[in-house]
């Protein structure tokens, strides 16, 4: 079994930084990919970001393109994702997800292990 808990989400006004951490346990990760998504009140959840374990490469969503940098530590078995010039289209709950598969990883149905979220609220 694998356990992921999402850490770091608040409320902050446009503009602001914050930097959400996701910390998994119950498996190695060294062949995993990590995603990040969100899910914003009424709308389906949508793909962020994604970084693939062995070999660190990483893809975003066209609306977080040059504002959100995902990272990982395989020491810790630790995702980040890292938001900057945060806007409030940008409120949502984040989810962390992970998978062994392969692919383009954009797609709820991929990913295997889910945690529980954590809420980014951003004021304007």
């Known amino acids: 079994q694998v356990q992921l808990v999402e850490s770091g989400g608040g409320l902050v006004h446009t503009g602001d930084s914050l930097r959400l951490s996701c910390a998994a346990s119950?498996?190695?990760?060294?062949?995993?990919?990590m995603g990040w998504f969100r899910q914003a009140p009424g709308k389906e959840r949508e793909f962020v970001a994604v970084?693939?374990?062995?070999?660190?490469?990483?893809d975003y969503a066209d609306s977080v393109k040059g504002r959100f940098t995902i990272s990982r530590d395989n020491a810790k078995n630790t995702v980040y994702l890292q938001m900057n010039s945060l806007k409030p289209e940008d409120t949502a709950v984040y989810y962390c997800?992970?998978?062994?598969?392969?692919?383009?990883?954009?797609?709820?149905?991929?990913?295997?292990?889910w945690g529980q979220g954590t809420q980014v609220t951003v004021s304007s």
């Open positions: 997800a992970s998978t062994p598969a392969a692919g383009t990883l954009v797609r709820v149905r991929e990913y295997n292990y």
């Open positions: 119950g498996r190695t990760f060294s062949s995993y990919a």
């Open positions: 970084i693939r374990w062995s070999a660190g490469s990483t």
